[in-house]
């Protein structure tokens, strides 16, 4: 049995938000209220994903 692990992130500054996708198709939606709390968790995934996981939304 294989673990689940974090395939792609996609991360939206226009709407604070990150979306989380796992190998097996799991979607999970991170949503800030506040810009300390999104640059917090942005730093948190620039640290610890791959730069071949992260993406950026394009800008409306």
Known sequence: ???EYLSRVV???S???FYLYSNEGDEKVVD???VD???SVM???R???S???IAYANPL
Request: charged share 30%; net charge negative; with cysteine.
């Open 51 to 53: 730069d071949d996981v």
């Open 37 to 39: 709390e999104f640059m």
């Open 1 to 3: 049995m294989q673990d």
């Open 11 to 13: 991360i939206d500054p």
């Open 47 to 49: 640290s610890t994903a």
């Open 15 to 17: 709407t604070r938000n």
């Open 32 to 34: 800030c209220e506040t």
């Open 43 to 45: 730093s948190f995934i």
